[in-house]
């Protein structure tokens, strides 16, 4: 987009604003599509009260607009209550505001909105009353209400014409200020921002119902005041660019987003009428999208309504932005509309890869292939030759149809930043010792670094350790880990780690080599404590863009240092790991009397069989006694009570059985007592049985 100036027939500001977002994507957070989230909070803020409505006209035209423009189907019966309202309010005579020409315009752009079913008479009425206001005043919102209203009916397919346009059209102007902005009436001290945004909207809907052209000199004039207008626009350091009121009362100030919302659609209302450039710079341009797409969820039903009206309705963005030479990944582009839905038939080419530092990479242009099922612009990144690491990738977006170009536009060149992975191959590793100044080896031992390793090595502090490895791009470049530590470990738990830098200077010493410098124990004892011993070896190297980061154990270490002088540094305690007070503890023994001497196992069966004698001998006296179940009642409650009573007694036996073997004499008692009870009243009804039977065998 260039900044000289930006094309204003039928092509929108605001859509060139808010696509130009694209560009500024890698300064911000990604830009995305209209999300859920979104439509979740607009119906929120929106919530109709309990009796359908959603507050005043104005409230309302934005609720139903802000649902319309997100896709949020609200219930037929709100639809209705909202027509409903805004029909009566265009059938009313009179009006309780303030300002008639304020509800007729909402009531009227809620009809649109809705396509209520009104009459042609009643747009005729409403017409007729808003051309009234129009001569009587000179107020900068009247004005703006009425002839808004106007252009409304007319939208509506009502034949609709203003006359003496100029008029009205010098009226408005006359209110605008040397800096851009509009006063809101001839009365008024202050100018404002907010006020300028409007008068913009109500100029370009003057000209829209003129039934002649207007004149082009006032055209002229109107767009030199857009300049100034945006010469007085803020920003924040991260080139963020909004307006604000500057001097005006309280209840006026509006806040940045409806004040910058009112100059995107005045702008864009006027761009769309006048003919011409609109010389606005595009880096506020720029800074202007940044500012609404940094809104995120607005918190207010106004800033939710200003948010939508200037969103983005074209959006490019990558799925994923991490590729994998390994498993080739394929570059993958969307472009939909802010809400989500397909764009138009386009082309996305690639122009431009830039590497770290901005060094270009390649500027072959590489048209994206169109995916029709799954929506998706993609592209092979084998042939693009780009190594591991991060890039920034250039797109250029052109709409395949040219009627397209006077509703879209793609914001110019899209940045997006991107990051490439790979495995990274890792040989030439080896290690040995050094025992002279000189750096010779006295023995090198090769390392394979793709698995652990055992070697042995011995030194003492006169010696040094050497390491080195290569690591190379899987297109044969050398690589520069971020990260690559060296750590000894101590048998007694001390651990030294050393950091190796990537700086170029050290590369520029071994070539292609990753060189960990020579360890030299004799200037390291101290560090080492004077500890000698066995030391445990063990690398890590790792990058974000290598997929193969390794953690590797290389062996061991026989180091023999001096004794330690008398005040020599003593290693420093171990960490004592928190949560070792929750861990099993020390068993601990007991010490208990030793158990009484005990009678042999034989005598104590042979007492347990003595104990069974008094059951065998009531056995035998049953059997002596000649017992028999001839006088067992045959009528059958008798017989249920005596079966019960004999169950019973065979219950109490058993609870006998279980206070011997597991039950304590409390818990028998317990038992007892209910069996007893139950005993009593079951027995006591089987002998009366038995009783009565006996007494009629007497008498007989």
Same mark, same amino acid.
């Given at each position: 987009?260039?900044?000289?100036?930006?094309?204003?027939?039928?092509?929108?500001?605001?859509?060139?604003?808010?696509?130009?977002?694209?560009?500024?994507?890698?300064?911000?957070?990604?830009?995305?599509?209209?999300?859920?989230?979104?439509?979740?909070?607009?119906?929120?803020?929106?919530?109709?009260?309990?009796?359908?409505?959603?507050?005043?006209?104005?409230?309302?035209?934005?609720?139903?607009?802000?649902?319309?423009?997100?896709?949020?189907?609200?219930?037929?019966?709100?639809?209705?209550?909202?027509?409903?309202?805004?029909?009566?309010?265009?059938?009313?005579?009179?009006?309780?505001?303030?300002?008639?020409?304020?509800?007729?315009?909402?009531?009227?752009?809620?009809?649109?909105?809705?396509?209520?079913?009104?009459?042609?008479?009643? *747009?005729?009425?409403?017409? =007729?009353?808003?051309?009234?206001?129009?001569?009587?005043?000179?107020?900068?919102?009247?004005?703006?209400?009425? @002839?808004?209203?106007?252009?409304?009916?007319?939208?509506?397919?009502?034949?609709? @014409?203003?006359?003496?346009?100029?008029?009205?059209?010098?009226?408005?102007?006359?209110?605008?200020?040397?800096?851009?902005?509009?006063?809101?009436? =001839?009365?008024?001290?202050?100018?404002?921002?907010?006020?300028?945004?409007?008068?913009?909207?109500?100029?370009?809907?003057?000209?829209?119902?003129?039934?002649?052209?207007?004149?082009?000199?006032?055209?002229?004039?109107?767009?030199?005041?857009?300049?100034?207008?945006?010469? =007085?626009?803020?920003?924040?350091?991260?080139?963020?660019?909004?307006?604000?009121?500057?001097?005006?009362?309280?209840?006026?100030?509006?806040?940045?987003?409806?004040?910058?919302?009112?100059?995107?659609?005045?702008?864009?209302?006027?761009?769309?009428?006048?003919?011409?450039?609109?010389?606005?710079?595009?880096?506020?341009?720029?800074? #202007?999208?940044?500012?609404?797409?940094?809104?995120?969820?607005?918190?207010?039903?106004?800033?939710?309504?200003?948010?939508?009206?200037?969103?983005?309705?074209?959006?490019?963005?990558?799925?994923?932005?991490?590729?994998?030479?390994?498993?080739?990944?394929?570059?993958?582009?969307? @472009?939909?509309?802010?809400?989500?839905?397909?764009?138009?038939?386009?082309?996305?080419?690639?122009?431009?890869?830039?590497? /770290?530092?901005?060094?270009?990479?390649?500027?072959?242009?590489?048209?994206?292939?169109?995916?029709?099922?799954?929506?998706?612009?993609?592209?092979?990144?084998?042939?693009?030759?780009?190594?591991?690491?991060?890039?920034?990738?250039?797109?250029?977006?052109?709409?395949?149809?040219?009627?397209?170009?006077?509703?879209?536009?793609?914001?110019?060149?899209?940045?997006?930043?991107?990051?490439?992975?790979?495995?990274?191959?890792?040989?030439?590793?080896?290690?040995?010792?050094?025992?002279?100044?000189?750096?010779?080896?006295?023995?090198?031992?090769?390392?394979?670094?793709?698995?652990?390793?055992?070697?042995?090595?011995?030194?003492?502090?006169?010696? %040094? #350790?050497?390491? /080195?490895?290569?690591? &190379?791009?899987?297109?044969?470049?050398?690589?520069?880990?971020?990260?690559?530590?060296? %750590?000894?470990?101590?048998?007694?738990?001390?651990?030294?780690?050393?950091?190796?830098?990537?700086?170029?200077?050290?590369?520029?010493?071994?070539?292609?080599?990753?060189?960990?410098?020579?360890?030299?124990?004799?200037?390291?004892?101290?560090?080492?404590?004077?500890?000698?011993?066995?030391?445990?070896?063990?690398?890590?190297? +790792?990058?974000?863009?290598?997929?193969?980061?390794?953690?590797?154990?290389? +062996?061991?270490?026989?180091?023999?240092?001096?004794?330690?002088?008398?005040?020599?540094?003593?290693?420093?305690?171990?960490?004592?790991?928190?949560?070792?007070?929750?861990?099993?503890?020390?068993?601990?023994?007991?010490?208990?009397?030793?158990?009484?001497?005990?009678?042999?196992?034989?005598?104590?069966?042979?007492?347990? +069989?003595?104990?069974?004698?008094?059951?065998?001998?009531?056995?035998?006296? #049953?059997?002596?006694?000649?017992?028999?179940?001839?006088?067992?009642?045959?009528?059958?409650?008798?017989?249920?009570?005596?079966?019960?009573?004999?169950?019973?007694?065979?219950?109490?036996?058993?609870? *006998?059985?279980?206070?011997?073997?597991?039950?304590?004499?409390?818990?028998?008692?317990?038992? #007892?007592?209910?069996?007893?009870?139950?005993?009593?009243?079951?027995?006591?009804?089987?002998?009366?049985?038995?009783?009565?039977? &006996?007494?009629?065998?007497?008498?007989?």
């Amino acid at each position: 987009m260039a900044a000289g100036g930006l094309p204003s027939s039928a092509t929108l500001l605001l859509i060139i604003i808010l696509v130009a977002a694209v560009a500024v994507a890698p300064l911000a957070s990604a830009v995305r599509p209209v999300s859920d989230a979104h439509r979740s909070t607009a119906a929120e803020l929106f919530a109709a009260s309990p009796d359908g409505s959603f507050g005043d006209l104005e409230t309302t035209y934005e609720a139903v607009r802000t649902f319309q423009i997100l896709g949020v189907e609200k219930d037929k019966g709100l639809i209705g209550k909202a027509c409903k309202f805004a029909a009566e309010k265009l059938a009313s005579s009179s009006s309780s505001s303030s300002s008639p020409a304020k509800d007729l315009f909402h009531a009227v752009r809620i009809s649109g909105v809705l396509k209520c079913s009104v009459d042609s008479g009643v *747009y005729d009425d409403v017409a =007729t009353r808003l051309k009234a206001v129009i001569k009587d005043t000179n107020s900068l919102l009247e004005l703006y209400y009425s @002839v808004g209203g106007l252009l409304s009916v007319k939208e509506q397919g009502r034949n609709v @014409v203003l006359p003496d346009a100029d008029s009205t059209f010098h009226a408005i102007k006359a209110l605008s200020q040397s800096d851009g902005r509009w006063r809101y009436d =001839t009365n008024s001290a202050e100018s404002s921002t907010f006020a300028a945004g409007i008068a913009l909207e109500a100029l370009a809907a003057v000209v829209s119902l003129a039934d002649s052209e207007v004149d082009t000199s006032m055209i002229a004039v109107v767009k030199n005041d857009i300049v100034k207008l945006f010469d =007085t626009i803020k920003s924040y350091d991260d080139g963020t660019f909004y307006f604000d009121e500057k001097h005006v009362d309280a209840t006026e100030y509006k806040g940045p987003i409806t004040t910058s919302a009112s100059v995107v659609r005045g702008v864009t209302s006027f761009g769309d009428v006048a003919s011409g450039k609109l010389n606005i710079p595009g880096e506020k341009v720029l800074g #202007l999208a940044k500012f609404f797409l940094g809104i995120g969820l607005p918190g207010s039903a106004k800033d939710c309504f200003n948010q939508i009206e200037a969103f983005v309705p074209l959006i490019l963005s990558l799925p994923s932005k991490v590729f994998s030479l390994t498993s080739k990944d394929q570059l993958k582009v969307e @472009v939909t509309t802010v809400f989500g839905s397909a764009a138009p038939p386009l082309r996305v080419n690639l122009v431009q890869v830039l590497g /770290s530092g901005s060094k270009v990479i390649t500027t072959e242009t590489k048209e994206l292939q169109f995916d029709h099922d799954n929506n998706i612009h993609y592209l092979d990144i084998a042939p693009l030759k780009i190594d591991v690491g991060k890039y920034s990738l250039v797109f250029e977006i052109s709409l395949q149809e040219p009627e397209h170009e006077t509703v879209y536009a793609t914001g110019g060149r899209n940045t997006e930043t991107v990051f490439v992975t790979g495995l990274i191959k890792v040989d030439k590793a080896e290690t040995g010792i050094s025992d002279n100044d000189a750096g010779t080896v006295e023995s090198v031992q090769k390392i394979d670094l793709q698995k652990d390793a055992s070697i042995s090595l011995s030194a003492n502090h006169l010696q %040094k #350790l050497r390491l /080195s490895f290569q690591l &190379s791009t899987p297109l044969g470049n050398t690589f520069k880990p971020h990260q690559v530590f060296l %750590k000894l470990k101590h048998e007694s738990k001390v651990e030294h780690l050393f950091v190796v830098p990537g700086s170029a200077r050290q590369f520029k010493i071994v070539l292609v080599e990753y060189p960990i410098p020579q360890l030299d124990f004799l200037g390291l004892v101290e560090k080492f404590y004077y500890l000698s011993g066995r030391y445990d070896l063990e690398l890590s190297v +790792g990058d974000a863009a290598m997929e193969n980061s390794f953690l590797r154990a290389l +062996g061991h270490l026989e180091l023999d240092l001096p004794e330690a002088p008398e005040k020599a540094p003593k290693p420093p305690a171990q960490a004592v790991d928190p949560f070792s007070k929750f861990g099993p503890k020390k068993e601990i023994s007991h010490i208990f009397r030793a158990p009484e001497k005990r009678p042999p196992k034989e005598l104590s069966f042979a007492f347990s +069989g003595l104990t069974l004698i008094p059951f065998v001998g009531f056995l035998i006296g #049953l059997m002596r006694l000649g017992v028999n179940l001839k006088n067992f009642p045959s009528l059958p409650a008798p017989s249920a009570f005596a079966s019960l009573f004999h169950a019973g007694i065979g219950a109490v036996l058993l609870l *006998y059985v279980l206070f011997w073997i597991k039950l304590d004499l409390f818990t028998t008692l317990k038992y #007892l007592s209910f069996l007893g009870v139950f005993l009593v009243f079951v027995g006591h009804r089987a002998l009366s049985y038995l009783s009565s039977t &006996s007494s009629k065998q007497k008498t007989a």
